[in-house]
């Protein structure tokens, strides 16, 4: 039987096209395993939104490049946000790779298989989220609207994945349905700007119209989606959210930075104080909110008092995680036409750890308020001797019991808090 692995990095949309691919092969009679060394055929799933995660596929592939010296029948693929409209160009400074698809071509890929006399067939696209679990997991990620129609200035998803393109309404009922028999209880849907949702389709249905059929569900009991963009988010959106009980409270909202010049360099659609109002907005109607958001610090021409703004809006809006990174440029984008990369590596280094120093004491004084609490957990599998799931604030927590949880909600009793997940003993 050949064997295939699949090496991912990167967003979430990204591990759900991976499990598609690996769906795809095992409908060839293909078998999954664990490394690049037992493999006939191994798939890159590539990130290039930083700088560090293209390096890593770069090296990645140069190791390839070794084993299929050493190997010449293995079979290299790639895909993800490296491959570009430019794949000749691509093909020349890797030539020993076999297929170069773009994000989501799986004609593409199921064309390649067919040619060389293998089997692969279209299958639903779904992805189930073990989390490093052995068992299957509880939850699946759904893409819901591929591509991006924002172009923002330091951003190169729209140049790789393309436009927006939403998935029809009852395909995705249709699919969630077929999950839920299989045992899912929780979806999370996904879009690089999932607000964007259903603009390209006849009727023009949204998000809150999608989620509202999607709560109908009866053995579904918890939905959510990802990533938001403030500047689409809607008051029907929002009203979606606080009136369907199985939208968990969570949200990501990408601020991006604090300050007015920055977000419009960034070409970002909104100011400080319109992502404040809707903050505000949205708490007003779902007070117990757990917020997370996403921010770069060093982007051309940050001075130290645009980056105090930012350190300000994190400590004002008090966000349950903060991803942060420093601003790297990607060859193609706005920003890295229009603008010079000025701020010194050492700047942005030391910017970033005062946001991630500061973003963990926030977390661990709003966490350390569940301490003694009871929350409700959906439980997602294993790690090492404990059990994990998250609350539908998307905190993480780990019991231990030798009962079988998976797949359960429980009950537990939080004893130990920390900036990055909690600890407690279920109630039996």
């Given amino acids: 039987m050949p064997r295939y692995f699949i090496w991912t990095i990167g967003c979430q949309m990204n591990k759900a096209e991976s499990q598609q691919i690996a769906d795809l092969l095992d409908s060839a009679g293909y078998e999954s395993v664990d490394s690049f060394s037992n493999a006939d055929l191994v798939i890159l799933n590539t990130c290039v939104v930083r700088q560090n995660a293209e390096n890593k596929v770069v090296g990645t592939l140069g190791?390839?490049?070794?084993?299929?010296?050493?190997?010449?029948?293995?079979?290299?693929?790639?895909?993800?946000?490296?491959?570009?409209?430019?794949?000749r160009e691509l093909q020349g400074r890797f030539p020993y790779v076999d297929l170069l698809f773009k994000p989501g071509d799986y004609p593409e890929l199921i064309a390649w298989g067919q040619r060389r006399g293998i089997p692969i067939e279209r299958r639903p696209l779904y992805?189930?989220?073990?989390?490093?679990?052995?068992?299957?997991?509880?939850?699946?990620?759904?893409?819901?609207?591929?591509?991006?129609?924002?172009?923002?200035?330091?951003?190169?998803?729209?140049?790789?994945?393309?436009?927006?393109?939403?998935?029809?309404?009852?395909?995705?009922?249709?699919?969630?349905?077929?999950?839920?028999?299989?045992?899912?209880?929780?979806?999370?849907?996904?879009?690089?700007?999932?607000?964007?949702?259903?603009?390209?389709?006849?009727?023009?249905?949204?998000?809150?119209?999608?989620?509202?059929?999607l709560s109908k569900i009866d053995e579904l009991i918890r939905i959510r989606f990802l990533t938001n963009h403030p500047k689409d988010?809607?008051?029907k959106l929002i009203e979606a959210i606080s009136s369907r009980n199985k939208v968990c409270e969570h949200m990501e909202l990408p601020v991006q930075a604090g300050d007015d010049d920055i977000l419009k360099a960034m070409r970002r659609g909104y100011t400080v104080g319109q992502y404040r109002e809707l903050v505000h907005a949205i708490r007003r109607k779902v007070p117990q909110l757990s917020l997370s958001t996403d921010l770069i610090v060093g982007f051309p021409g940050e001075t130290e008092k645009q980056f105090e703004h930012s350190l300000s809006l994190v400590k004002e809006i008090r966000f349950d995680v903060v991803h942060v990174a420093a601003y790297s440029p990607r060859s193609g984008t706005i920003?890295?036409?229009?603008?010079?990369?000025?701020?010194?590596?050492?700047?942005?280094?030391?910017?970033?750890?005062?946001?991630?120093?500061?973003?963990?004491?926030?977390?661990?004084?709003?966490?350390?308020?569940?301490?003694?609490?009871?929350?409700?957990?959906?439980?997602?599998?294993?790690?090492?001797?404990?059990?994990?799931?998250?609350?539908?604030?998307?905190?993480?927590?780990?019991f231990e019991d030798a009962g079988d949880w998976l797949g359960q909600l429980v009950k537990v009793k939080i004893e130990k808090t920390s900036p990055w997940s909690l600890g407690g003993d279920i109630k039996k």
């Fill in 335 to 398: 920003a890295w036409r229009e603008y010079q990369d000025s701020v010194p590596a050492e700047v942005k280094k030391e910017r970033l750890r005062k946001i991630e120093q500061l973003q963990a004491t926030i977390a661990g004084e709003i966490n350390s308020e569940l301490q003694g609490r009871q929350v409700e957990v959906l439980v997602e599998g294993t790690k090492g001797e404990k059990w994990f799931g998250r609350t539908r604030s998307n905190k993480l927590v780990f």
């Fill in 233 to 235: 988010m809607s008051s």
């Fill in 63 to 87: 190791l390839l490049k070794g084993l299929k010296n050493k190997f010449p029948d293995l079979q290299i693929l790639v895909t993800g946000c490296f491959v570009n409209s430019h794949t």
């Fill in 127 to 213: 992805y189930h989220s073990n989390n490093g679990c052995t068992a299957a997991s509880p939850c699946a990620l759904i893409p819901i609207i591929q591509g991006c129609d924002n172009f923002c200035s330091y951003c190169i998803v729209p140049y790789r994945r393309g436009r927006e393109v939403s998935r029809p309404v009852k395909e995705i009922i249709c699919e969630v349905e077929a999950l839920v028999g299989q045992g899912i209880k929780e979806v999370t849907l996904l879009g690089q700007n999932v607000d964007s949702y259903g603009h390209d389709l006849p009727g023009h249905p949204d998000l809150a119209d999608l989620l509202n059929e």
